[in-house]
């Protein structure tokens, strides 16, 4: 052990050293090494060798350029390995969207940098000011970067895409924590407990070590414990919702070919026929995914009498889909019966800057890159419980609507199950789709309620309250699932029912008690 932790040693002091490009270049490995620990490989420890090292290059920052410059550095390789596949959206087009790739593939890491970089400014004015070593400094750090997952989550529209706390996905015990403090507070312990190993050091530690071993031990435990707590919760056998058999219809069309007028009679004849297929017991509901058919369903009576035709006798058929309204455009989730009436319908609210709308278009000639629609889609009115013959009330999500911690169902019309209907093909097979699914699981666990998610290509797959996957379709395939359908969770979730509330109060008492610290710290030494 002594001799590991003196190698620890020269490895902190060597890295607090660091001068120049060799400084940066180390902060951008340690964020692109921590993208390990996303889906599709979920090697969560990778988090554990990441944050002390960057733990250690601030600690040799002398100016607050230098600490923007690492934890700018940090977050641009972390994002700019995690996020790559969004640049394949505009390989679908190249001749109209192919000057983005550079854009989409640096600028969105490059922007989201700046605010750890002003993150880790903050923690050494913070470390400065109120003299915080050791732990308490380890904490500070955690306290910011966590934080900044936030604003990062909520800010312009947000996008809480890869929050650190999804490196729990593949680990389903420790992923049970979601359903007590949420996935932002899951974000919080995870960064804590990640960047602590880092004051075990000489470079890290105001000595004596042993407020350090405390701390790590403290964290180590929390994590054992909710670890035994969530694998107690996974013993909960998933109980089916009575008399409800679902079909999830995947046709993995090509992006490049569903919109082609030429296809689109064959792709929308693909659809009729795999509802049609023979099951093996009676159908009662049948799940199309995002936009299925390129034509605006509602409005057009002969096609929804052809989905009727093909419907099993009292099935339901819930379909994303576009919908028009006087000069708006909506991307919708129509539910239909067996006449062809359209039951009710949903508009997505949270929209895709640059994919389904232009925030600015007025100041420049960019088109959105999914819409197809000119000035896109409009955004409907917020989340909301659908309930139709056979089914539960349930919250529709449209593709990326799902990734919104606490944002995915009505607080005030509770529903007991949540549809994702999404569209993964534009990513082809890389880590997004992967991605995609661990964060509807997490939203699963958050809220304890079932997630049935069906994609055009993707992984559509039944989820239970707990996050486990009940069946799926993999990547690239063209079928359909028939299973029942899980049940809501015994009792609500504490995340479902405080919301944010639990993560927000966590950072301000952590805030709080860094504060109080540092004063009495700075006036006993005065």
Same mark, same amino acid.
């Given at each position: ?11 902190? %002091?060597?890295?607090? @050293? ?7 270049? /180390? ?69 109209? #969207?192919?000057?983005? $790739? ?7 890491? %490059? ?10 400014? *903050? ?35 947000? #996008? ?16 049970? +924590? ?60 998933? +109980? ?21 007028? /030429?296809?689109?009679?064959?792709? #929308? ?22 936009? /299925? ?13 052809? $989905? ?22 909506? @991307? ?27 925030? #600015? ?20 009115? *917020? ?81 239970? %309250? ?35 509330? $639990? +993560?927000? +109060? ?21």
């Amino acid at each position: 052990m002594h001799a590991i932790m003196t190698i620890a040693d020269r490895i902190a %002091a060597r890295l607090r @050293n660091l001068r120049g490009w060799r400084r940066y270049a /180390a902060a951008f490995g340690a964020g692109s090494f921590c993208c390990l620990g996303l889906p599709p490989l979920g090697w969560f420890p990778v988090l554990w060798i990441g944050f002390p090292v960057l733990a250690w290059l601030l600690q040799g920052a002398e100016k607050t350029r230098q600490a923007f410059n690492i934890g700018w550095c940090f977050a641009f390789g972390y994002f700019l390995f995690g996020l790559y596949w969004i640049a394949a959206a505009m390989f679908v087009d190249l001749a109209r #969207f192919g000057w983005m $790739i550079p854009v989409t593939a640096a600028g969105l890491p %490059a922007l989201f940098g700046c605010y750890y970089g002003l993150s880790a400014v *903050g923690w050494q004015i913070m470390r400065q000011r109120l003299d915080l070593r050791g732990v308490s400094a380890a904490l500070t750090l955690a306290w910011l970067f966590a934080l900044t997952e936030y604003v990062r989550g909520t800010l312009f529209t947000g #996008f809480p895409w890869n929050l650190f706390g999804y490196v729990w996905t593949e680990f389903p015990p420790v992923a049970q +924590s979601a359903s007590l403090f949420g996935l932002y507070g899951l974000t919080l312990l995870t960064i804590a407990a990640a960047i602590l190993p880092s004051t075990l050091t000489v470079a890290g530690a105001s000595a004596p070590r042993g407020n350090a071993i405390i701390a790590n031990g403290a964290a180590f435990g929390i994590l054992v414990t909710l670890g035994l707590w969530g694998g107690w919760r996974l013993q909960t056998p998933a +109980s089916m919702i009575p008399d409800v058999y679902m079909r999830l219809v995947q046709p993995a069309i090509a992006q490049n070919l569903k919109w082609d007028p /030429a296809e689109r009679e064959g792709n #929308f004849n693909r659809l009729l026929e795999m509802t049609a297929q023979p099951a093996a017991r009676p159908v009662t509901h049948v799940i199309w995914p995002e936009t /299925a058919a390129a034509y605006f369903l509602a409005e057009e009576l002969p096609r929804r009498l052809q $989905i009727a035709a093909v419907l099993p006798e009292h099935a339901v058929l819930l379909t994303g889909a576009l919908r028009a309204e006087g000069e708006d455009n909506f @991307n919708s989730l129509l539910a239909l019966d067996r006449s062809g009436a359209v039951l009710d319908f949903y508009d997505k609210f949270h929209l895709v800057p640059f994919g389904e709308y232009v925030p #600015f278009r007025r100041f420049g000639p960019i088109a959105a890159v999914a819409a197809g629609l000119g000035g896109g889609f409009t955004p409907g009115p *917020g989340p909301r419980s659908l309930r139709v013959p056979g089914l539960p009330p349930f919250s529709p999500l449209v593709c990326y609507e799902v990734i919104f911690p606490h944002r995915v169902a009505d607080p005030h019309d509770r529903p007991q199950l949540l549809v994702n209907v999404t569209n993964d093909a534009w990513y082809g097979k890389t880590a997004g789709p992967h991605q995609h699914l661990a964060i509807a699981r997490m939203r699963a666990i958050e809220e304890g309620l079932p997630l049935i998610r069906v994609a055009n290509t993707g992984i559509s797959a039944i989820i239970d %309250a707990y996050g486990r996957t009940v069946q799926s379709l993999p990547l690239g395939t063209r079928g359909v699932i028939d299973s029942p359908i899980p049940a809501a969770a015994g009792a609500r979730t504490l995340a479902s029912r405080a919301g944010e509330v $639990i +993560s927000l +109060s966590a950072w301000a008492l952590l805030g709080s008690g860094i504060l109080i610290f540092g004063r009495h710290r700075r006036k006993n030494s005065a």
